[in-house]
Nanobody
Framework: QVQLVESGGGLVQAGGSLRLSCAASGGTFGSGGMGWFRQAPGKEREIVAAISWNGDSTYYRDFAKGRFTISRDNAKSTVYLQMNSLKPEDTAVYYC?????????????????WGQGTQVTVSS
């Protein structure tokens, strides 16, 4: 399995931006789809965005459309989540996830490797 380490979280004011990074090691990062999930206090973990193995296909939850952008650099074994126009309701722990198959996926069970998460807090 690939090992994943997220970074880039922090405290930001509403309307601000953050760029999350997820560095992968081991496994075969460049051949599998990737995803970003988040979990807010008291809520279930939910998909934010996903990307196919080569970056040609992406998926966004409705709340992320137009504000967030997922991308990947296979040469650096890294996936990114650019988050703009952040809102207090975006406050959550954000997790990076990897899957063995190459296509898009949005369910937790489709992913086999998970990072430890990075906290994003958006103040009003």
């Amino acid at each position: 399995q690939v090992q994943l380490v997220e970074s880039g979280g922090g405290l930001v004011q509403a309307g601000g931006s953050l760029r999350l990074s997820c560095a992968a090691s081991g496994g075969t990062f460049g051949s599998g789809g990737m995803g970003w999930f988040r979990q807010a206090p008291g809520k279930e973990r939910e998909i934010v965005a996903a990307i196919s193995w080569n970056g040609d296909s992406t998926y966004y939850r409705d709340f992320a459309k137009g504000r967030f952008t997922i991308s990947r650099d296979n040469a650096k074994s890294t996936v990114y989540l650019q988050m703009n126009s952040l809102k207090p309701e975006d406050t959550a722990v954000y997790y990076c996830a990897a899957r063995v198959l190459s296509g898009l996926a949005a369910r937790e069970n489709d992913f086999t490797s998970w990072g430890q998460g990075t906290q994003v807090t958006v103040s009003s």
